[in-house]
């Protein structure tokens, strides 16, 4: 079964309204998660790292104050995609580290800003 | 920095034929992990394989095999009796410098003809 629960697998909204993502742990504990978005046959590329008791760490290009990421748990991370635009819409995704060489994705959130 | 450099946008092959996928990384890092992942139409991330660069011997995961070749830097899929429910979106790649976070190639679409 799986091991990272992603909500919504889908969703529609209109411009200028924010949508919140969540990615849960279901067997174990992450301090850390991570965020990832995939436009339409393109690869995945990491928005952010999710951190549990801190800020969240986001790369390059990145607009913090657009996507707010919120570590409440050690089993629960949320991003918020706020004043959504069509130009946001894409396939988010989170994923959770487990050990040294494993890593599970939740099931992925289609976004689309109409 | 790291990269991932996938060269073959899109591949067939005929059903219970076997099928390698490209794969070539750049790191200055010592150590560092390797992975294939297969993302179906529906979105989700399947873990396939895992090499790590100390691993002296090809990984191998049932139907799945990496010719990991570290001198060339390169780590290919070979997918062995490929099967319909092969066709999927393939990317290989690297986790990172802190050992969690993943940098993706551009994927690889695979099409099983019967």
């Known amino acids: 079964g799986a091991v990272v629960s992603q909500h919504p697998s889908w969703v529609i909204c209109k411009s200028g309204t924010s949508v919140k993502i969540e990615c849960r742990s279901l067997?174990?504990?992450?301090?850390?998660m991570f965020w990832y978005r995939q436009f339409p046959k393109q690869s995945l590329m990491l928005m952010a790292t999710?951190?549990?008791?801190?800020?969240?760490?986001?790369e390059q290009g990145v607009e913090k104050d657009k996507f707010l990421i919120n570590h409440a748990s050690l089993t629960l991370s949320t991003l918020t995609v706020t004043s959504a635009h069509p130009e946001d819409s894409s396939f988010y995704i989170c994923?959770?580290?487990?050990?040294?060489?494993?890593?599970?994705f939740g099931q992925g959130t289609r976004l689309t800003v109409v | 920095a790291q990269k991932i450099t996938q060269t073959q946008p899109g591949m067939f092959v005929q059903e219970k034929e076997a099928v390698t996928l490209d794969c070539t990384y750049d790191t200055s890092d010592q150590s560092y992990g390797l992975f294939w992942y297969k993302q179906p139409s529906s979105g989700e991330m399947i873990f396939l394989i895992y090499?790590?660069?100390?691993?002296?011997q090809n990984a191998t995961e049932g139907r799945y095999s990496l010719n990991f070749q570290k001198a060339r830097k390169s780590a290919n899929l070979v997918i062995s009796a490929s099967q319909l429910g092969d066709s999927a979106m393939y990317f290989c790649a690297m986790r990172g410098p802190t050992g969690n976070q993943f940098y993706f190639g551009t994927g690889t679409s695979l099409t099983v003809i019967p």
């Open positions: 090499q790590g660069s100390y691993d002296e």
């Open positions: 067997d174990f504990q992450a301090t850390t």
């Open positions: 999710s951190n549990e008791g801190s800020k969240a760490t986001y």
């Open positions: 994923s959770v580290p487990q050990g040294g060489t494993e890593a599970f």
